[in-house]
């Protein structure tokens, strides 16, 4: 799967979480910046983990060298990091970093 | 001026029912045929975990009284036209859920992992390399991947065994690390109980996973969500 591919069925995968994100938001003041930090959150971690299946389908294929593994896993590792560190900063506990999609599930 | 919170959907015509929440009015929102049941307050407070118990509480006696549908806990009208205004833009839902549920009654049936993957087991712990941390993942995802597939058999035998039509089962496999099963189903008024004792029965035979039978209680699994209209 070369780099348009990726992207193509990244496109894919954003238009349909777009179609089933809730269409309301809580906007009480006193909890918008959490909430609001919440869903950036979430979305970064649902594509982080989309990456990260990517990845090890690629790894699993053959299509990686062992310093591209290397780099991506790294990257991907540094970046759960960070995500799991902004949410401890807004009072998010990381692993409720998630969206409730009703009868269909959570997002991640 | 005064902003009514939502118990249950129903048909116009039901017994006078009790007080609301915190003592205050129970009004009867009329919308034609269909009205809503709600508590009204002099101004929207915060909402506490007591005023959510209250809330099932007031809803099952409603459902007790008269077939209804219960409205999900914090949906707020801001007056009798923003009410009459989500019935009628779900008038057709409504009705025809109120024939389906209204005078059923929801036994919630919960699996719990008795081994939980541990963060580590969900590859959640810091790795030594880039390497170490995506075959790490690998792993996890294969677990979680192996835990979903149980999580699905056991929905499939158990919804196959406890209820006749596929249409009154409704569930979540893996909707957090501890649970492997979050099941609702439905039974006519008198015999969920007993199908609470089946289910009870049932669980306990299963092997990795410790079962929890609740309920019954309103449908509130099976309930057509007040419209966007009037409610937030």
């Known amino acids: 799967m070369d780099v348009d591919d990726e992207l193509a069925e990244l496109r894919r995968e954003l238009e349909r979480v777009r179609g089933i994100l809730p269409e309301r938001v809580d906007v009480d003041p006193e909890g918008v910046e959490q909430g609001l930090a919440k869903l950036v959150l979430t979305l970064v971690e649902f594509l982080r ?51 409730s999609l009703g009868p269909i599930g959570k997002l991640l | ?18 007080a609301g929440l915190r003592g205050l009015p129970l009004r009867w929102l009329d919308g034609g045929d269909l009205g809503i049941w709600a508590t009204e307050w002099s101004a929207e407070p915060t909402l506490t975990r007591e005023d959510a118990f209250a809330h099932h509480d007031l809803v099952g006696v409603l459902c007790d009284g008269a077939p209804c549908l219960p409205v999900r806990f914090g949906t707020w009208l801001a007056d009798e036209r923003a009410a009459r205004r989500s019935i009628e833009a779900a008038h057709e839902r409504f009705a025809a859920a109120l024939d389906r549920v209204g005078d059923r009654q929801e036994v919630a049936v919960t699996l719990l992992w008795r081994d939980a993957l541990s963060p580590e087991g969900r590859g959640h712990a810091v790795a030594s390399s880039g390497t170490a941390f995506l075959e790490r993942r690998r792993a996890a995802h294969a677990a979680t991947d192996e835990r979903r597939r149980e999580a699905e058999a056991l929905a499939a035998r158990l919804g196959s065994l406890l ?21 609702s189903l439905l039974a006519r008024r008198g015999e969920a109980e007993a199908l609470k004792a089946r289910a009870a029965t049932m669980v306990a035979g299963l092997s990795g996973v410790r079962g929890v039978v609740s309920g019954p209680w309103p449908p509130y699994s099976f309930s057509e969500e007040l419209g966007a209209t009037g409610g937030r």
Request: aromatic residues 2%; negative net charge; contains cysteine.
């Open chain 2, 1 to 18: 001026m005064s902003r009514y919170l939502a118990h249950v959907v129903a048909r116009t015509g039901g017994a006078p029912p009790p």
């Open chain 2, 163 to 183: 209820a006749a039509d596929q249409a009154d089962v409704r569930h979540e496999t893996c909707p957090s690390d501890e649970v492997a099963l979050s099941m």
């Open chain 1, 49 to 99: 983990q989309l990456l990260e299946r990517q990845a090890i389908r690629r790894m699993d294929g053959g299509t990686l060298t062992d310093d591209e593994i290397e780099r991506v896993g790294l990257a991907l590792m540094r970046l759960e990091g960070k995500v799991r560190e902004l949410a401890q900063a807004f009072g998010i506990d990381p692993d409720d970093l998630n969206l």
